[in-house]
Nanobody, 126 residues
């Protein structure tokens, strides 16, 4: 079992930056690939970024590539999402997730994740 708690969401102006954190409980955090997803009102949950258990492999959604960076600190049981050059279309609730253990190095689909946080709101004003 893994429990996830996101933090760092805020209201920010377009062009600004935020860093989201996701703190995980449990001694096996380092064995999970981790991902970030987001969901805007009236839209489906969208893949943002994923990182392998070791941190050696990462993958990004096309809409955030080059602006967002995912990282993890297994000693602190925490995964991060650094978001730069924010745009109004980045406005959403951001969720972190721990993978289901299906053997995918950097999962990109919601069904590949078993544990989810409660989400943190990011609002980007124009």
């Amino acid at each position: 079992q893994v429990q996830l708690v996101e933090s760092g969401g805020a209201l920010v102006q377009a062009g600004g930056s935020l860093r989201l954190s996701c703190a995980a409980s449990g001694r096996t955090f380092s064995s999970y690939a981790m991902g970030w997803f987001r969901q805007a009102p009236g839209k489906e949950r969208e893949f943002v970024a994923a990182i392998s258990w070791s941190g050696g492999s990462v993958h990004y959604g096309n809409s955030v590539k080059g602006r967002f960076t995912i990282s993890r600190d297994n000693a602190k049981n925490t995964v991060y999402l650094q978001m730069n050059s924010l745009k109004p279309e980045d406005t959403a609730v951001y969720y972190c997730a721990a993978d289901r253990g299906l053997g995918v190095t950097v999962p990109t689909m919601p069904y590949e994740y078993a544990y989810w946080g409660q989400g943190t709101q990011v609002t980007v004003s124009s």
